[in-house]
């Protein structure tokens, strides 16, 4: 897993979340375009990485484009443990909804990237920048290792954490913590690497 302090030393003094230079706001709309990697980060809060859903759907992405046949199990027990106590008129279509999504997404030809366009922004919140609708859009965003996404602010309200100990508390196995925690590498490696865009 990352470690927060550890990553935030490494681009500190760089990054201020607060500090929104880096972003181009749209003079019809408070639109905002954000570089991928900075919207990433600001996904980390009161020293958490509170939307590690990306980090599954992003490897769920993964999987599936490796094998079209991959049964997006890791994927459909977060979604069901996300979604406890409310119904579920059919647990198995927001599967074929994420496979219709990616495949969407990945077919410029057929305008499949339009979603990424400033009419269709991320919404956040207007506080701490975590994402409240989007997270499907943002893990694309992030395996394409697109430049930038477009974000919107919601509501000042910050949406319940998916970090790490949330997937610990709902009883999720040693692979699929395993598989989490090597996804929280992988995103270390790549805001590292991206720093100047943060």
Not at 76 to 104: C, D, H, L, S, W
Request: glycine share 4%.
């Amino acid at each position: 897993m990352i470690d927060i302090n550890e990553l935030q030393t490494l681009l500190q003094p760089d990054v201020d979340k607060s500090d929104l230079s880096p972003v181009k706001k749209y003079k019809k709309d408070s639109i905002y375009a954000l570089s991928t990697a900075r919207h990433l980060y600001n996904q980390i809060h009161k020293n958490e990485f509170y939307r590690a859903d990306i980090l599954i759907r992003k490897y769920t992405i993964e999987q599936y484009l490796n094998d079209k046949s991959y049964d997006f199990s890791l994927y459909k027990k977060m979604q069901k443990t996300r979604v406890a106590g409310r119904k579920m008129k059919n647990p198995g279509k927001f599967v074929e909804v994420f496979k219709k999504t990616i495949n969407g997404f990945l077919h410029p030809e057929e305008g499949s990237l339009e979603k990424f366009n400033p009419r269709k922004p991320i919404a956040v919140s207007r506080k701490e920048y975590i994402i409240q609708d989007g997270s499907h859009r943002t893990s694309i965003a992030y395996y394409l290792n697109l430049p930038n996404v477009y974000i919107r602010y919601k509501s000042d309200n910050t949406c319940k954490p998916y970090g790490r100990d949330w997937f610990i508390k709902n009883n999720f196995n040693e692979e699929e913590i395993f598989i989490l925690d090597e996804e929280y590498k992988k995103l270390k490696e790549y805001l590292i690497s991206h720093k100047n865009e943060i």
